[in-house]
C-alpha cells in the first residue's frame, strides 16, 4: 500500500497549470507566426528538434539530467514505431497549421478523442461505455459543424491533414506502454530518445519530401517580408528558439503536472487554451470566428470535458477491470507529450526529476 501523501499547494497547481496555459499558446501562435511565412513546414520541425536535443545536452551537461548519451541499437530498434508516427504526427500538425487559421487549429484535430477510443477498442479490445461513446458523439458533432454547416471557406488539405494527424495521434496512444517498456519506464529517456531519433529520420525526410529548395531560399534567397517587417530568415530562427525552448521546458514541467493535477484540470485548463488560442487568433492573425465556428469549438471542448468527468467518475468504482480502457490525458495528446501520461500509470516506480 503506498503510503499517503500531502496533497500539492494551490499555489503549485496554479503554476503548472498557469505554465502549460501560456506555453502551448506560445507554441501554437509562434508556429503558426512561421509558417505563414515558410514554405519549409518539415525543416521548421527539424531545427525545433534539434533545439530540444541540444537543450538536452547542455541539461546533462550542467548536471540537471542524466542522459543515455551512448545509444543502445537494441532501445533504437525497439522504438522504431513510436518514432515513425511521432515524426509523421508531427509533420502532419504542422502542415495541419500551415494550412488553417489559428483558430479553425483545434476544430482541424478534434478528431482525436474519438480515433483515440476506436483505436483501443479496435486494438487493445477494450470496450468504451455507452457515456464515453455519447461523449465522443459530441465531440465528432462539434468537429461537423465546424467543417462542413459553418458556410465558412475552409482549407480541404488543412482538414484532411488534421484529421490524419488526429489518427496518428490515436495510434500513438496505444504504442506508448510498449516504448516505455523498452526505456525501462522512464519518460525522461524516452523523450531523449525520440527527439534525437526523430531528428535523425526527419533530414533525409524533407529532401525526399522535396523541401531542399525550398530551405535553400530560405537561408540565402532574398528576403520577401515587406520593408519594415522582420526577415523571412529572422522570423524563422526567432520561431525556431521560441517554440524549441518552450517544447523542452514543457517537456521537463511534464513529470510536476501529472503529480499535482488531475485529469479533470487538465481538461479544463485545455477548453481555456482553445479558447484563448481562438482569440489570439482574431488578434495577431485576424481570424474569422463566426458564430459556426465559435459554436464548433464550444461543442467540441463540452463533449472533451464531459468524456474526462465520466472518464474520472468511471476510475472511481470499485475494481475496476483491468481491460478497461484507460486514455491518456488530450492536453498531452495534442502536444506530444503523451508519454509522460502512460508514465504515471504504468511505472510508479523509477521516476527521472525532469521532462
Not at 499558446?25 to 541540444?54: C, E, H, Y
Not at 478523442?113 to 486494438?123: G, M, R
Not at 534525437?196 to 517580408?225: D, H, Q, R
Request: net charge positive; proline share 5%.
Amino acid at each position: 500500500m503506498a503510503p499517503s501523501q500531502q496533497p500539492p499547494s494551490r499555489a503549485l497547481v496554479i503554476g503548472t497549470v498557469s505554465f502549460y496555459l501560456v506555453a502551448a499558446l506560445a507554441m501554437v501562435m509562434a508556429n503558426k507566426w512561421v509558417l505563414n511565412t515558410t514554405d519549409t513546414p518539415l525543416f521548421f520541425l527539424l531545427a525545433q528538434l534539434l533545439i530540444a536535443v541540444v537543450l538536452f545536452l547542455a541539461a546533462h551537461a550542467a548536471g540537471l539530467l542524466q542522459l543515455p548519451l551512448r545509444l543502445d541499437p537494441q532501445v533504437c530498434k525497439g522504438l522504431i514505431p513510436m518514432v515513425g508516427l511521432n515524426v509523421i504526427g508531427l509533420s502532419f500538425s504542422n502542415y495541419t497549421l500551415k494550412y488553417v487559421d489559428a483558430s479553425f487549429y483545434q476544430v482541424a484535430r478534434g478528431m482525436v478523442l474519438p480515433f483515440t477510443v476506436a483505436t483501443s477498442f479496435f486494438i487493445l479490445h477494450a470496450r468504451p461505455s455507452l457515456r464515453i461513446l455519447l461523449a465522443c458523439a459530441v465531440v465528432t458533432t462539434g468537429f461537423f459543424v465546424g467543417v462542413f454547416l459553418d458556410g465558412t471557406k475552409v482549407s480541404l488539405v488543412g482538414v484532411t491533414f488534421g484529421v490524419l494527424s488526429s489518427m496518428i495521434t490515436a495510434v500513438h496512444s496505444v504504442v506508448i506502454k510498449k516504448s516505455l517498456d523498452v526505456v525501462h519506464g522512464s519518460a525522461l529517456h524516452l523523450s531523449w530518445y525520440t527527439n534525437l531519433l526523430s531528428a535523425v529520420v526527419l533530414a533525409p525526410t524533407l529532401i525526399l519530401a522535396g523541401e531542399l529548395p525550398g530551405v535553400m531560399k530560405l537561408l540565402f534567397g532574398p528576403n520577401e517580408n515587406a520593408e519594415g517587417q522582420m526577415s523571412t530568415l529572422s522570423t524563422f530562427i526567432m520561431g525556431s528558439i521560441i517554440t524549441g525552448m518552450f517544447g523542452f521546458l514543457m517537456s521537463l514541467a511534464s513529470l510536476m503536472s501529472i503529480k499535482v493535477t488531475s485529469p479533470i484540470t487538465h481538461m479544463v485548463s485545455s477548453a481555456v487554451r482553445g479558447v484563448a488560442a481562438s482569440l489570439l487568433g482574431v488578434w495577431l492573425f485576424h481570424d474569422v470566428v463566426t458564430q459556426g465556428r465559435a459554436s464548433s469549438i464550444a461543442i467540441i471542448l463540452l463533449g472533451s470535458i464531459w468524456y474526462t468527468w465520466v472518464k474520472h467518475v468511471e476510475s472511481q468504482a470499485p475494481s475496476p477491470s483491468k481491460s478497461q480502457y484507460e486514455p491518456v490525458p488530450l492536453d498531452e495528446l495534442e502536444e506530444g507529450k503523451a508519454e509522460k501520461g502512460f508514465t504515471h500509470r504504468h511505472s510508479h516506480s523509477t521516476r527521472d526529476a525532469r521532462d
